[in-house]
């Protein structure tokens, strides 16, 4: 597997029109539902102008329907489908801060879970279902991580190094993988730490931002996105995907499009990633077969 992927290739297959009203706008963060049939993620026909909602559809883009209708909670981001595939978790901006909802996979039963200040946003779920983790940002800035039970409660600060920590996401081994400046305030990279604090480990040492780590379903290889090639390592320049082993080894470019790759997240099967590519105003969702390194777009189609 590691020698096939070695050598990956990056093919973009012909965009063919689906039949059907086709979703055109801002579309991105997605996320696969634990059995690999649906997917979830944001849209807007207009993002500086129209309320983003959450959406889901067929993994292959058909059968859009429209999950959340909150216009007084302009920005919708970061949906996550719970292990179980019952629930979906996201954040929404609301009371000049942001909080945390969860919602039955319908988009019925929608309940706010965290009335906490700032802006508490990035949930993921823990893998046995259970507890929620995210980050807090509160008046210095300064993203922290938490974890928390399913319906809100009993909030705890996980372990937090020095500086800004992002994207906490925790592993059956009672591992938390993250992304965090703290040892180079100019660059971010991804560690991983144990539950209790100890043995921090940092994975990556690339110049730029190393962001957004996911593991994959058997925990064996770490996905993410980096500006490490873009000249000026600008936070809005170009960003390809990247791969390695769980311990940091084995690093792999997986995409060099022009414009941003960004947000992917595995296939249960393991052997595919959907992920959001943003060029020159256009912006939508794409998977890409990791055996074979072709890349196909997600036609979203009601």
């Given at each position: 597997m590691?020698n096939?992927l070695?050598?990956?290739?990056i093919?973009l ?6 039949p ?7 579309i991105?963060?997605p ?18 102008k129209?309320v983003?909602?959450m959406?889901k559809?067929d993994f292959d883009g058909?059968?859009v329907?429209q999950?959340?209708?909150l ?5 919708k981001?970061?949906p ?6 019952k629930k ?7 009371d000049?801060?942001?909080?945390l909802?969860v ?21 993921h ?9 995210f980050?807090s940002i509160?008046?210095n800035g300064?993203a922290?991580m ?7 409660s009993?909030?705890?600060a996980?372990?937090n190094?020095e500086?800004?920590n992002?994207y906490?996401r925790?592993?059956r081994q009672?591992?938390v993988i993250?992304?965090?400046?703290f040892?180079d ?5 991804v560690?991983?730490?144990n539950?209790d ?5 940092q ?10 780590p996911?593991?994959s379903p058997?925990e064996?290889?770490i ?15 170009d960003?390809n995907l990247y791969?390695m ?5 084995n690093i792999?470019q997986l ?5 941003q790759?960004?947000h992917?997240k595995?296939h249960?099967?393991g052997?595919?990633?959907i ?5 020159k ?6 998977t890409?077969d ?8 997600v036609n979203?189609?009601?």
């Amino acid at each position: 597997m590691k020698n096939l992927l070695s050598c990956i290739f990056i093919i973009l297959l012909p965009i063919f029109q689906v039949p059907g009203q086709e979703l055109i706008g801002h579309i991105g963060r997605p996320d696969i539902s634990p059995d690999g049939k649906q997917i979830v993620f944001i849209y807007a026909q207009d993002a500086s102008k129209d309320v983003w909602e959450m959406y889901k559809a067929d993994f292959d883009g058909s059968n859009v329907k429209q999950l959340t209708y909150l216009p007084k909670a302009r920005i919708k981001k970061s949906p996550v489908w719970s292990p179980n595939g019952k629930k979906i978790a996201f954040q929404a901006d609301v009371d000049e801060g942001s909080q945390l909802f969860v919602m039955n996979s319908d988009g019925e039963s929608l309940t706010q879970i965290t009335d906490l200040p700032g802006y508490n946003v990035e949930p993921h779920w823990t893998p046995e279902g259970n507890s929620i983790v995210f980050n807090s940002i509160g008046e210095n800035g300064l993203a922290k991580m938490y974890i928390m039970d399913k319906d809100g409660s009993n909030v705890q600060a996980l372990y937090n190094p020095e500086g800004d920590n992002w994207y906490p996401r925790t592993t059956r081994q009672n591992k938390v993988i993250f992304t965090s400046d703290f040892n180079d305030k100019s660059h971010y990279n991804v560690f991983t730490v144990n539950r209790d604090g100890k043995n921090i480990q940092q994975l990556t040492s690339a110049k730029g931002i190393n962001w957004f780590p996911e593991y994959s379903p058997d925990e064996s290889r770490i996905v993410f996105h980096s500006n490490r090639d873009d000249p000026q390592l600008s936070d809005s320049g170009d960003y390809n995907l990247y791969m390695m082993d769980a311990d940091g080894s084995n690093i792999i470019q997986l995409t060099k499009l022009e414009g941003q790759e960004l947000h992917a997240k595995w296939h249960p099967s393991g052997n595919q990633l959907i992920f959001e590519w943003h060029n020159k105003g256009s912006r939508g969702l794409y998977t890409l077969d990791l055996s074979t390194g072709q890349i196909e777009k997600v036609n979203l189609t009601r």
